[in-house]
């Protein structure tokens, strides 16, 4: 089963992606292992046959979004001793883990309890066809609003970082 | 076989929420926000994988795209803050505080 292996490798390493995100001290390492943690999470999309997630997250947030903010990041040209001081970091991360494990061991039995098939795909799923075909007829209000949001933000970007001489 | 990627998107967003809850860096907590975003979506692919129905991907590319509006106007106050205060300290940022 090659790709129980793969959905295992993969999982693996976005799991490690996401523990370096939180524990390493310096946002530059955080915001590289986060990327690795989203081009595994584009092979599990293509594990999972949706074609067209997979090239928009690879485009997208592996590409658009984290190159955005690691280029924020060196534009701040952050030291080490800029660095907020984590002391009682592990103090909260203890107490977060106290209050989130329960919860996730929860869902996470829930999980477990699905039903076991794997459903027959149809012709096409995934597609950009298929999949832009839905989004112009049953989503087309929900697609319209999400483009006027994206205008706004573009707007507000603007509005808020653009600004000269602001003191 | 999709409850191990359901049980996998559960375990990324609890990640990420103990990236919010203990870091302190506006940074950190920003991109952990992402990772909570990005677990909600393969959740949402999973289903849709289980049901043969595409609602799921219509759903993901919609989420993806409010992260991005997200991201450009969080990164443009980060940036303001870090101009007025020169710090990336959470614990700074509480200006509205009575």
Known sequence: MLATYLFFGLALLAVLGALGLILFKHPMNGAMSFVVTLISLAGL???LSAKL???????VYAGAIMSL???????LNIQERDLPIDSNRWFYLAGGIIVVA????LMIKIAKSLPEEHPELIDGF?????????????????FEIVSILLL?????????AGKRGVN | MINNYLALSIVLFCLGILGVVSRRNVFVVFMAIELM?????????AVSRLHVNMDGHVLALMVMAVAAAE????????ILLHKHKGNLDTNIFSLLKG
């Open chain 1, 102 to 105: 329960p919860i996730a061991g």
């Open chain 1, 152 to 160: 706004v933000a573009l707007v507000g970007a603007v509005v808020l």
């Open chain 2, 37 to 45: 975003l990005n677990a909600a979506n393969l959740g949402f692919v």
């Open chain 2, 71 to 78: 991201a450009a106007l969080a990164l443009a106050v980060i």
């Open chain 1, 45 to 47: 999309y293509a594990l």
């Open chain 1, 126 to 142: 995934g597609d950009v066809k298929t999949v832009g075909h839905l989004l112009f007829t049953e989503w087309l209000l929900p």
């Open chain 1, 69 to 75: 903010i690691l280029f924020i990041i060196m534009f």
């Open chain 1, 53 to 59: 997630i997979f090239a928009i997250q690879l485009i």
